[in-house]
């Protein structure tokens, strides 16, 4: 997400933010006319769409724009928009960069919300990170050498050509589905208690 769209997200956060409050001014008026009493709390709606307009902010795009020299994730220029992701966030990894070599510099042990990766040939290596929410391949031949351990019931899953798994990955508890239209190769063990099933006319 480039900054225009950070600051056209911003900005709508803010909108609803006073839209909002004018809402629940309006509302507070109403029920002191009608001897109601519901506190000072947001309306539902409202606070889902803060959330929603939020949430937009959490999702952060590959461009490689360091270079070859610097292909680090906690590297800002590598990012569209120059800010690095943070614990928790959405990574994209599109088509378009020629810096398809990538290495997660973040803390071992580091938690994303989910990994896409939309451009072909792209390689994930570096430290071990927690995922929650599944990794997805839909273009191309694509390597992931980054261990990884689950948060949650979760799929990988790919789309087109191969999918390596060169880390190993930790289960946690959780079920694992390997979801393959083409081909996903495991190269390391995946271990831990939980369970690993299969979906998709792949291999």
Not at 36 to 52: K, N
Not at 95 to 112: M, V
Request: glycine share 16%.
């Amino acid at each position: 997400m480039g900054f225009s769209d950070w600051l056209h997200s911003y900005r709508s956060a803010s909108s609803t933010d006073r839209s909002c409050g004018v809402q629940d001014q309006r509302r507070r008026v109403r029920d002191r006319r009608h001897g109601r009493r519901r506190g000072g709390r947001l309306s539902l709606a409202c606070l889902f769409e803060q959330l929603e307009d939020r949430s937009l902010l959490t999702v952060y795009s590959w461009s490689g724009g360091a270079g070859a020299g610097d292909t680090n994730w906690m590297t800002g220029a590598n990012w569209v928009g120059g800010i690095a992701p943070s614990a928790g966030a959405t990574l994209v990894f599109p088509s378009g960069p020629t810096q398809t070599s990538t290495n997660n510099n973040f803390a071992a042990g580091t938690d994303f919300e989910s990994i896409s990766i939309s451009g072909s040939g792209y390689t994930l290596a570096g430290n071990p990170l927690d995922l929650q929410n599944g990794l997805q391949a839909t273009a191309g031949n694509t390597t992931v050498n980054t261990p990884l351990q689950l948060l949650a019931d979760q799929a990988i899953s790919e789309s087109t050509g191969t999918l390596t798994l060169g880390g190993a990955i930790d289960l946690n508890g959780h079920l694992l589905t390997l979801d393959a239209a083409g081909q996903i190769v495991v190269q390391q063990s995946i271990s831990g208690s939980g369970g690993l099933t299969k979906t998709g006319g792949g291999t």
